[in-house]
Each structure stands twice: as C-alpha cells, then as structure tokens.
C-alpha cells in the first residue's frame, strides 16, 4: 500500500462490522470539500451583503498591499522593523496554517472581529507597521479584509498593509514553501 492508510470500522445496517484500510487521502478530499465550502460561504456573504461591514468588491482603491513574496523578504530580512501581523480570517484556517508570528483576531465581517482588532491596536502608535491578511477565498471574494482596514484607517494607522492573496492561503503561501505554522 501507500505507507498512509487508516484502519475505518464501518458498522453496517444488518449489524455487521466491516473494517478495512482506506488512503489518508480521503481526508484530503474531505479538507477540499470544507474549503469549497469556505469560499462559497465567502462568496455567498458578499452577494448576500451579510452581516458584511464593508464588501470588498475586488476594489483596492486606496489600500496599500504588500504581496507574500514581499512580506517574506521583509520577514527574512534582518534589517528595518518587523511587522505585527494580524489575521483577520477564520479561526479553523488560522489553526491549520498562519505566517509565523501572527496574531488571530477574529473574521472582521463581524462587528466583534472589528471590536477585536480595535482593542489589540488600541495603544499601539499610528505609525505601528501592520500587515492584516485573511486567505480564506479568492481576494475578490473575501469579507475580511476592507472591514479591518478600514477600521484601522478610521483610527488613523498610517502603515498599513494588505497581504495580497489572490488565491487562498494555501494556493499562494503554503504550497509556495513560504514559513508557515499550524496550531493555536
């Protein structure tokens, strides 16, 4: 076999047990289907409007973007002022993989993601380098980014960036080989 198989029991209807081994790669199908899900509950808050506080639209009119490639030679560099870097996605895809370092503050599509962000910034001075990211959904799609930096600029933050994630996460940092973590 493969050397990645789980042992799965299934209990038929008659009350006979049937056991066999099965690829870990059903589980990397099941991932697939919850990340469909996850970009078409993305793409369903944006239609909907939602509880959406600002849509994106695939609008960047007046937002500062930094691309993965840039951020990682800023992270590797070992000159100039690092970054605080929030994610303002959904807590099962921070748990799974984020940029080192990163702080999860919540999906700011919600008035409580944006209360989250407001309070972790609050005392911070407005010249604080922020890198805010999301990665859920394609960027066109995704409801997390304008609200959180929107709420940053309304607070006056003037060194802001968006990671531009054209993709997912997984599409445009994680399968690239940039540093990543899973857990917390």
């Given at each position: ?27 990397g ?26 849509s ?22 070992a ?13 099962m ?18 008035a ?5 962000l ?6 911070l ?21 304008q ?21 997912n ?16």
């Amino acid at each position: 076999m493969l050397g990645w198989e789980n042992r799965i029991v299934v209990e038929r209807s008659d009350g006979m047990r049937r056991s066999g081994k099965w690829p870990a790669a059903l589980a990397g199908v099941a991932l697939v289907f919850i990340a469909i899900g996850l970009v078409s509950a993305c793409n369903a808050q944006n239609r909907t409007g939602g509880s959406s506080l600002f849509s994106l639209g695939g609008s960047t009119s007046g937002m500062q973007l930094i691309t993965p490639e840039d951020l990682v030679k800023v992270l590797k560099s070992a000159k100039g002022t690092k970054p605080l870097i929030l994610n303002v996605g959904p807590r099962m895809l921070f748990v799974q993989a984020h940029i080192p370092g990163a702080e999860y503050i919540g999906a700011t599509y919600e008035a409580q993601g944006v209360e989250a962000l407001r309070s972790r910034v609050k005392a911070l001075p407005r010249t604080k380098y922020i890198v805010i990211y999301c990665g859920c959904c394609p960027w066109e799609h995704c409801p997390n980014i304008q609200p959180a930096y929107k709420a940053l600029a309304d607070m006056g933050f003037k060194n802001v960036n968006a990671l531009y994630i054209p993709n997912n996460l997984g599409a445009d940092w994680v399968y690239k080989g940039y540093p990543t973590v899973s857990g917390q």
